[in-house]
Structures are given as structure tokens and as C-alpha cells.
């Protein structure tokens, strides 16, 4: 088949009546699909429904009763929990509430505020900035742009963040105070970052002595087609001496409940120190019965593995419709490419450039919802307005068929009126 981006004029023309007459008849059906965020599926869901009943007692081992006042980092349990699954002594693990975007939040404005270790507070530092690898989690970029601190994009590539442009930026200029950093399988490229990464991140130099990476292990250890292991960056960081620089988060919002799972933060015992101190003021603790409720329910690192095997096989058959329908719409056409991920929740496309917004338009007024385009870039600029995020999770199999043959129709409509404006 010929190429769509080596047509004729008069070819484009023919081909692009024929895509917009699809086009309206997928209109016709009156569709109200979702694909706009990696929330899971019902299904998924219901894989977790033993977690409502787990709790057959209120007390820790310790005999604390989970129901009341304290704890201020999380029970122990859980913290040993999360330290056998992702290999972090439970001494430098804080147990928080459901959320890890809510403890990155909270750990990016107590820098601003109080600065760390000493350190001047970031809010009194002129032009302070911020490395955001793109594409990129858009709620990384709202967080960072809230606080006020500029956002400088980083090519992402298939084993992380471009490090040559990363060692370069940080360690020329003071005001650059930190990086996002989504390990495994990140949203939206899928990639992961190597061993070689892991390395230069910890081991780089850089002119702010209280650089920091907030390392957002969201979806470590959630495979799809492949397991990949991660090099452990708190130990590679404290063997340069940098073991202050990583602020490491998870969650297991899209193990168990996103709205009722529980978070962590870990990091350097001084780090965990300082923020323990604030949280003194903070909070009284976090939601004890729901640590103890997952910790009753998985009881070890092991049965988490298990489980996300299971969650893995329940993707599997989402992700394996989008890739092939993508190969299949529009892998001869030229008119996108496509990342092909290990796991995660996403698949990123790129279209033509000046093509994503009039796709994601178009998908919307025929009844999908996507990502917005430029989301995945900060401020919403993608330069090339090509990048779109596809959400394979929410839809079932039925739902996400349809959406995804009307997705690639509108990749086609959208690249055919960009060739045909420029002939």
C-alpha cells in the first residue's frame, strides 16, 4: 500500500472524503467513551475485593489499636511491607495516606517554605527552576507550575531522561533545584530508565548543593510484556554521597484502590528526620486501619508480585487491541508512530507535527475523550504538537475497540487536511 504521506494531491483528496464519510458515521453512533486518564477498569478493580474484609482485628502487632491517634510515619507492618517489595530499609520509609502525588505535593511546598537541611527556603531563591523529562505526567507539570518554579523540558529517551542535557543543565546554573523522574514504564513514553541512568543521576554534579529528584516509582512493579528491574537509586546515590538528592514515592493506587490505597515516601535518614518534623505540625497520622487492612490482605512482598501478575494478564488484552489496531489503521500510512511499552498504563502516539490537537478534537466530538494534547509537555506546549496519550485501562474490551478504530480514523482525517494544506 502506498504511503498516505507520499500522495498525490488528487489521491489525498479522494482518500479524504472517503475517511470523512467514516468519520460521521462513527458521529452517528453517539459514543461516550473514556480514555483520558490510566484509571483502572471495573475489573481490575474487583481483583482487590477481599481488601474490603481483610481486617479481623484493629491492632498492630505491637498491639497498637490502628482505630486511634499516632503513628505518625506509618505502622511497621506496612513499612516492611513495602520494604521487601521494593528492597528500601523500613528505617528510611514514611507511610502516608492514598495518595503519592499528595506527598510530592507536600514535599515540594515544604522546600519552598523551609528549604531542606539548612538550606535557604526555595521560595526566597530568584528564578528558581525545574528539569521536567517530556513527555511527561501532566500532574508533575501542575504541581511544578503552581509552586512557581519555571519548567525546563528534557528529551525523554528509551532508558530515561537524556542525561547528557541533564548533567549539562544542572550542573552549570544553582537555580535549577531538581527533577521529575518516573523510573519504570513512564507515563506517557514507557520507558525505563537503565542502570547507566540510575548511575549518572546519582553520581552527577550539580551546582545546587540541594538539588533533588523526586523519583515517582509509580508503576514499578506493574509489567506487562516484560518484567524489567530497576537499579536501586538510594544506594547508588549514597555510594557518591549524594543520599539527601533522592526523594523516592510509590503507591498502591493502581495495585489496590486508587481512592483508597496507601503511599509512601522514602529517602536519606536525614531527609526522613527533617520531613517527620513537619509532619509533626502536619498530621497527627495517616489512615492506620487502611495500612493495616492491605498489610492483613497481602501479608508479604510476594503476594504482591502474585497479584500484579494477575493485574498484568487483565491489561494485556487492552494493550494488545490498541497495538495492533494501531499497526493495523496506521502502520503502512506514515502518518504516526508509536512507543510499544513494556507496562505501565499508557501507549504514546505521535502524530504528523501540528496534528495532535485536531485529532484529540476530533476524537471528542465523535464521542472519545482523550488526554488533552500538549498535556504530556509543560505549560501544555508540545513544540510539535504531535504527542497524544493513549489510556488503554478504563474502557471494557468492547468500549476500547471502538475507541480505538475511531482514534486512528481521526489520526488519518487530521494528517490527510495537514498533507492537503501543504500541497
Not at 18 to 46: T, V
Not at 48 to 57: F, I, K, S
Not at 319 to 335: C, I, P, Q, R, S
Request: hydrophobic share 40%; aromatic share 8%.
Amino acid at each position: 500500500m502506498k504511503k498516505v504521506t507520499e500522495m498525490t494531491k488528487e489521491e489525498l483528496l479522494e482518500l479524504k472524503d472517503g475517511l470523512e464519510k467514516q468519520y460521521e458515521e462513527f458521529k452517528a453512533q453517539g459514543l461516550k467513551l473514556d480514555m483520558s486518564r490510566g484509571k483502572p477498569g471495573s475489573s481490575q478493580l474487583d481483583l482487590t475485593n477481599g481488601l474490603l474484609g481483610a481486617l479481623d482485628d484493629y491492632h498492630t502487632e505491637a498491639g497498637v489499636d490502628a482505630r486511634n491517634y499516632g503513628v505518625l510515619d506509618g505502622i511497621p507492618e506496612a513499612k516492611k511491607l513495602f520494604s521487601d517489595l521494593l528492597g528500601i530499609p523500613a528505617e528510611k520509609i514514611i507511610v502516608g495516606g492514598s495518595s503519592s502525588l499528595n506527598l510530592m505535593y507536600d514535599a515540594m511546598v515544604r522546600l519552598m517554605l523551609f528549604g531542606t537541611q539548612g538550606g535557604k527556603p526555595w521560595k526566597d531563591v530568584e528564578g528558581i527552576k525545574w528539569l521536567c523529562p517530556s513527555p511527561g505526567y501532566d500532574r508533575h507539570f501542575a504541581v511544578t507550575r503552581e509552586l512557581g518554579l519555571e519548567m525546563i523540558p528534557v528529551p525523554m529517551k528509551p532508558d530515561g531522561p537524556d542525561m547528557d542535557v541533564v548533567e549539562k543543565l544542572v550542573a552549570e546554573d544553582e537555580t535549577i533545584k531538581g527533577m521529575w523522574c518516573v523510573p519504570l514504564h513512564s507515563n506517557p513514553m514507557g520507558a525505563c530508565c537503565s542502570d547507566e541512568t540510575v548511575e549518572r543521576l546519582a553520581s552527577m554534579k550539580t551546582a545546587a548543593k540541594d538539588f533533588r529528584i523526586f523519583w515517582d516509582n509509580a508503576y514499578g512493579v506493574h509489567h506487562i510484556y516484560e518484567d524489567v528491574a530497576l537499579k536501586d537509586i538510594l544506594k547508588a546515590a549514597a555510594a557518591h554521597g549524594n543520599e539527601d538528592r533522592i526523594l523516592y514515592f510509590f503507591s498502591t493506587s493502581k495495585i489496590t484502590f486508587p481512592g483508597a490505597g496507601v503511599s509512601i515516601v522514602a529517602s536519606s535518614l536525614d531527609n526522613i528526620a527533617e520531613i517527620k518534623k513537619h509532619m509533626t505540625i502536619q498530621t497527627i497520622g495517616h489512615d492506620k486501619l487502611n495500612q493495616l487492612r492491605h498489610v492483613k490482605y497481602f501479608k508479604n512482598a510476594d503476594n504482591i508480585r502474585a497479584h500484579m501478575k494477575k493485574l498484568g494478564e487483565a491489561l494485556r488484552p487492552k494493550f494488545d487491541m490498541v497495538l495492533n489496531t494501531l499497526k493495523e489503521e496506521l502502520g503502512d500510512t506514515g502518518l504516526a508512530s508509536w512507543v510499544t511499552p513494556k507496562g505501565g498504563y499508557f501507549v504514546a502516539l505521535d502524530t504528523l507535527p501540528g496534528c495532535a490537537k485536531e485529532t484529540v478534537a476530533l476524537a471528542k466530538e465523535a464521542g472519545v475523550t482523550m488526554t488533552g494534547a500538549g498535556a504530556t509537555w509543560p505549560y501544555g506546549k508540545d513544540p510539535k504538537d504531535s504527542n497524544i496519550r493513549i489510556a488503554p485501562s478504563y474502557p471494557t474490551l468492547e468500549e476500547l475497540d471502538k475507541a480505538i478504530h475511531l482514534f486512528c480514523l481521526c489520526v488519518k482525517v487530521a494528517g490527510v487536511r495537514k498533507l492537503l494544506a501543504e500541497k
